[in-house]
């Protein structure tokens, strides 16, 4: 005799496959802009009651953001900002990947020059600002010394750990068909460890806009770093808000263009994980 439990669980079971198939055909982009226009409006309107010298809301930000496009302040601080951002951005990933390849690959390497990497990345690097302000003085270089040096151990260290998780298989079968050291790395390693590198690319993007927002608090007081501290300064909140809210949105940007990047340069992972299609 069939049993109430039993005709619930099937009822049961097709509610859930419509709620996972609502929620999968509903784009990303729909989700994200859905989330972030609540947040924007809930702010909007717990912010206006806030003192403006302790917070600030969305509508006075976006006033802020239009009159220093007009005197043209902030375009030269993003122009100041930017230069030693994609100078040392860049350096720590040319640096960065082959470093974690080799790291990884050779076990000679990674005994000898590993420690280092590990003790560098567990260093807190803001901490020698000071002195690199002695060797590199206080324009453009120490900048992008400070961004290549926090953006370039997350790099190193996701490339190494992802030669290190590349099946010990597949290398023995690239060894069996006598392929060369050169031709596994390019053929075998660097494909498996492209999603290891892009992680590594993501977060070195984060760690890079931290190191030139903090290299111009410390440094010469410029760019977007130095609109904050002048703006703090002087309690116009609102106009310390356009440069934050403005790295923040060029960070996901370039998060997102990573994410493009990975998507051609390795087609066949989205496939593998199934991550497009949730």
Known sequence: MTTDTEIQAPARVERRAGQASWTSTVPAWVITTISVAVATGLWEFFGRDVNPLLGTYPSAIIKAFFSMLQTGRLQDALIQSSQPFIVGYIVAAIVGIPVGLLLGRYRILESALGIYVTAGYATPLIALVPLLILWFGLGFMVKAVVVFLLSFFPICINTWFGVKAVPKTMIEVGTAFCASQTAIMRGIILPATIPYIMAGLRLGIGKAVIGIVIAE??????????????????????????????????AVALTALVGWLEKYVAPWQSEITGHDSV
Request: charged share 5%.
């Open 217 to 250: 608090f410390l440094t010469a007081i410029s760019g977007l770093g130095g609109i904050i501290i002048t703006s703090a300064n002087s309690f116009r909140t609102a106009e310390m808000f356009v440069p934050v809210i403005l790295i923040m949105v060029l």
